[in-house]
């Protein structure tokens, strides 16, 4: 997609400001059966989707980087899988999930997922929200009383909300390795951490700090909602509504000839780890599933994009799915690079139990992984390409996979492309009198077309010379390009001169019958072009 740079800065700039300084509260919501729904619009689509067969030609390198890297690390044994919308079309696994036993690691098997459960606890709270059962702006003491007791850093701290637990916005401390070891913990503890004191390290709604303590405390709020445990209510009403019949709380429930025992490499030599029980920290990650399973988990995250009026399937509406990726607190890292290494600055944020990234080619990703000791897990989404891509391993804060050779593999080899958006009729037939207008400048057409602002902001007498100077400038027009659309009303297209390309954006007004509020050109010579 071609972007004029100047408007690609302000966008950029302007949506930038605009998220990092107004953090959005999300409300009970209330959507109506009887709202006006368009006849007319386009959903984004794969002009030509051969992902299936693509991604199924990678097997081999696929399966080479997982075991180059596996090797390289120790890594007992690792399952993984890619996903293109609701395919599972690369599964596989290599080495062992128990060395003791030589039992082999299949796609089947059951790992320890970590932080990868967080997104399910989000999910939860985010379906008693879509119920009406509690609103994300709640002060968490609503739930849990014992939470009234905190002393707070500051006297202009705001309360505790439910948003901020999910977003890692309550002013805790990042707790990790300490979280870790308290997955099996009674909900006791949990109570009498507070009743006792937490140490913040910020005011809440300050800043984003990584609390494992926070995501246990939401667990705590779906079981006292609810009225049934945590994990209960996750099985009921996300895990069995998509099938996931493999995936556990508990490891004593498991098979043995299924459950990955955790190792750590230590005096050169694979150790094993302890097997951590359930319990009241399990809502930060305590899931157990195997790559089967986990891929459907993958494919319904995959399902809410893009947006379009098919029927909701559930276990939550898509809206809520796509509000579930969308960064909270963003950041630019501008020391970021791509998956060639070379510098790609990315703006990166926490939605709810998921970080999203997306870099300065525009390429989105939604992720999340986990570590706890004797696993380390990772998964990633590409929600404009329809493409998931997951790994779990038994070694101890090991990442299974090297992700940016894969995305190299996905995006440079395979030159994947994402979904493109159609031209909306309104468009592309204001497109057709622009064209008209900039080389005519008819009265009646300026009468139809024209919003009112357009000659206060510049007079058709100015707007006129710049459009002649321009054309002088270009020469002949060979051609005019078909217009690239940003949304429903605005895009840009090119016009091919003999001696340039003219570059046409332009903007419409958010009346129903949507006119030109804003138009720009620009003339790029041959001898400037690259």
Same mark, same amino acid.
């Given at each position: 997609m071609t972007f004029p740079k100047q408007h690609f800065i302000r966008f950029f700039l302007l949506s930038l400001l605009i998220s990092c300084n107004s953090p959005q509260k999300a409300r009970i919501k209330v959507e109506s059966d009887s709202r006006s729904i368009s006849k007319t619009y386009k959903e984004p689509v794969f002009t030509t989707d051969n992902r299936l067969e693509k991604i199924k030609g990678i097997t081999p390198q696929m399966h080479a980087l997982i075991e180059e890297h596996a090797k390289g690390r120790h890594i007992p044994g690792v399952a993984y899988g890619i996903v293109v919308?609701?395919?599972?079309?690369?599964?596989?696994?290599?080495?062992l999930l128990d060395i003791s036993n030589e039992i082999p690691a299949t796609t089947s098997s059951a790992f @320890?997922?970590? /932080?990868? /459960?967080?997104?399910? +606890?989000?999910?939860? %709270?985010m379906k008693l @929200? &879509?119920?009406?059962?509690? /609103?994300?702006?709640?002060?968490?003491?609503? *739930?849990? !009383?014992?939470?009234?007791?905190? =002393?707070y850093l500051t006297a202009d701290s705001p309360d505790i909300d439910i948003e901020n637990l999910m977003t890692m916005t309550a002013g805790f401390p990042e707790d990790n390795p300490w979280g870790d070891r308290q997955l099996n913990e009674t909900d006791q503890m949990l109570m009498d951490l507070l009743t006792d004191g937490i140490s913040f390290s910020n005011p809440p709604s300050y800043t984003f700090e990584y609390s494992n303590t926070g995501y246990a405390l939401l667990g705590n709020i779906i079981s006292r909602v609810s009225g049934i445990p945590y994990q209960q209510y996750i099985k009921e009403n996300i895990l069995m !509504?998509?099938?996931?019949?493999? +995936?556990?709380?508990? *490891?004593?429930?498991i098979p043995k000839e299924q459950l990955?025992?955790?190792? @750590?490499? =230590? &005096?050169?030599?694979?150790?094993? =780890?302890?097997?951590?029980?359930?319990? /009241?920290?399990?809502a930060m990650g305590g899931l157990i599933t195997s790559i089967e399973d986990f891929s459907k988990y993958v494919s319904f995250h995959l399902s809410a994009w893009p947006p379009r009026s098919d029927p909701d399937k559930g276990p939550v509406k898509r809206s809520t799915l796509r509000e579930m990726h969308t960064p909270q607190f963003p950041y630019l890292n501008t020391k970021a690079t791509d998956f060639n290494n070379k510098?790609?600055? +990315?703006?990166?944020?926490?939605? *709810?139990?998921?970080? %999203?990234? +997306?870099n300065c080619n525009g390429l989105k990703l939604v992720r999340h992984g986990g570590a706890l000791p004797g696993f380390g897990s990772n998964y990633v989404f590409y929600p &404009? *390409?329809?493409?998931?891509i997951m790994a779990f391993g038994n070694l101890t804060y090991t990442a299974p996979w090297p992700l940016k050779k894969i995305e190299k593999l996905l995006f440079e080899t395979?030159?994947?492309?994402? @979904?493109?958006?159609?031209?909306s009729d309104i468009l592309r037939a204001r497109q057709q009198q622009v064209e008209r207008l900039i080389k005519e400048w008819s009265p009646e057409l300026e009468q139809d077309l024209l919003a009112e602002n357009f000659y206060m902001d510049k007079s058709r007498k100015h707007r006129m010379a710049e459009a002649e100077e321009i054309f002088n400038s270009a020469g002949t027009v060979l051609d005019t390009e078909e217009i690239t659309p940003y949304n429903q009303l605005r895009g840009s297209y090119k016009i091919n001169t003999e001696k340039g390309v003219i570059d046409v954006f332009f903007t419409l007004t958010p009346e129903k019958e949507a006119k030109l509020q804003q138009l720009t050109l620009s003339f790029e010579p041959n001898s400037q072009k690259k």
């Amino acid at each position: 997609m071609t972007f004029p740079k100047q408007h690609f800065i302000r966008f950029f700039l302007l949506s930038l400001l605009i998220s990092c300084n107004s953090p959005q509260k999300a409300r009970i919501k209330v959507e109506s059966d009887s709202r006006s729904i368009s006849k007319t619009y386009k959903e984004p689509v794969f002009t030509t989707d051969n992902r299936l067969e693509k991604i199924k030609g990678i097997t081999p390198q696929m399966h080479a980087l997982i075991e180059e890297h596996a090797k390289g690390r120790h890594i007992p044994g690792v399952a993984y899988g890619i996903v293109v919308d609701t395919n599972l079309v690369i599964a596989s696994a290599k080495g062992l999930l128990d060395i003791s036993n030589e039992i082999p690691a299949t796609t089947s098997s059951a790992f @320890r997922i970590a /932080s990868m /459960s967080k997104s399910f +606890t989000a999910m939860a %709270i985010m379906k008693l @929200r &879509d119920e009406g059962k509690l /609103s994300l702006s709640d002060p968490a003491a609503k *739930y849990i !009383p014992e939470m009234g007791v905190l =002393e707070y850093l500051t006297a202009d701290s705001p309360d505790i909300d439910i948003e901020n637990l999910m977003t890692m916005t309550a002013g805790f401390p990042e707790d990790n390795p300490w979280g870790d070891r308290q997955l099996n913990e009674t909900d006791q503890m949990l109570m009498d951490l507070l009743t006792d004191g937490i140490s913040f390290s910020n005011p809440p709604s300050y800043t984003f700090e990584y609390s494992n303590t926070g995501y246990a405390l939401l667990g705590n709020i779906i079981s006292r909602v609810s009225g049934i445990p945590y994990q209960q209510y996750i099985k009921e009403n996300i895990l069995m !509504p998509l099938g996931m019949k493999h +995936t556990y709380w508990e *490891y004593t429930n498991i098979p043995k000839e299924q459950l990955a025992i955790g190792y @750590r490499w =230590e &005096d050169d030599q694979l150790k094993l =780890e302890p097997m951590l029980h359930d319990g /009241s920290y399990g809502a930060m990650g305590g899931l157990i599933t195997s790559i089967e399973d986990f891929s459907k988990y993958v494919s319904f995250h995959l399902s809410a994009w893009p947006p379009r009026s098919d029927p909701d399937k559930g276990p939550v509406k898509r809206s809520t799915l796509r509000e579930m990726h969308t960064p909270q607190f963003p950041y630019l890292n501008t020391k970021a690079t791509d998956f060639n290494n070379k510098p790609c600055a +990315t703006v990166s944020g926490y939605g *709810y139990g998921l970080g %999203i990234h +997306t870099n300065c080619n525009g390429l989105k990703l939604v992720r999340h992984g986990g570590a706890l000791p004797g696993f380390g897990s990772n998964y990633v989404f590409y929600p &404009d *390409y329809g493409v998931g891509i997951m790994a779990f391993g038994n070694l101890t804060y090991t990442a299974p996979w090297p992700l940016k050779k894969i995305e190299k593999l996905l995006f440079e080899t395979l030159e994947l492309e994402p @979904r493109k958006l159609p031209i909306s009729d309104i468009l592309r037939a204001r497109q057709q009198q622009v064209e008209r207008l900039i080389k005519e400048w008819s009265p009646e057409l300026e009468q139809d077309l024209l919003a009112e602002n357009f000659y206060m902001d510049k007079s058709r007498k100015h707007r006129m010379a710049e459009a002649e100077e321009i054309f002088n400038s270009a020469g002949t027009v060979l051609d005019t390009e078909e217009i690239t659309p940003y949304n429903q009303l605005r895009g840009s297209y090119k016009i091919n001169t003999e001696k340039g390309v003219i570059d046409v954006f332009f903007t419409l007004t958010p009346e129903k019958e949507a006119k030109l509020q804003q138009l720009t050109l620009s003339f790029e010579p041959n001898s400037q072009k690259k």
